[in-house]
Nanobody
């Protein structure tokens, strides 16, 4: 049974940093990533990372966010720097295993405000 545990959200001032973590168990994951959903908006891709290390970012976060993963620990991280108020959202971990099944975390709130 696949389990995901997200952590690292919170309140931060504009220009600040946060690091999100998503620890998984129960499978091997091809793709690990983060999505976010702001109030009144659709869920959108933030970043993904393949098992090989290949990464993909939304244009809005390029140069500010860094996704990484530890395959031995089955954990994916999202380092978020230079945060802006428009980054405020619930951030969801998304994992796709080798059977192409997708799993979602429960979400962690990130609020950027002075």
């Amino acid at each position: 049974q696949v389990q995901l545990v997200e952590s690292g959200g919170g309140l931060v001032q504009p220009g600040g940093s946060l690091r999100l973590s998503c620890a998984a168990s129960g499978s091997i994951f091809r793709i690990m990533g983060w999505y976010r959903q702001a109030p009144g908006k659709e869920r959108e891709l933030v970043a993904t990372i393949m098992r090989s290390g290949y990464t993909n970012y939304a244009d809005s976060v390029k140069g500010r966010f860094t996704i990484s993963r530890d395959n031995t620990e089955n954990t994916v991280y999202l380092q978020m720097n230079s945060l802006r108020p428009e980054d405020t959202a619930v951030y969801y971990c998304n994992l796709q295993n080798t059977d192409y099944r997708n799993y979602w975390g429960k979400g962690t709130q990130v609020t950027v405000s002075s």
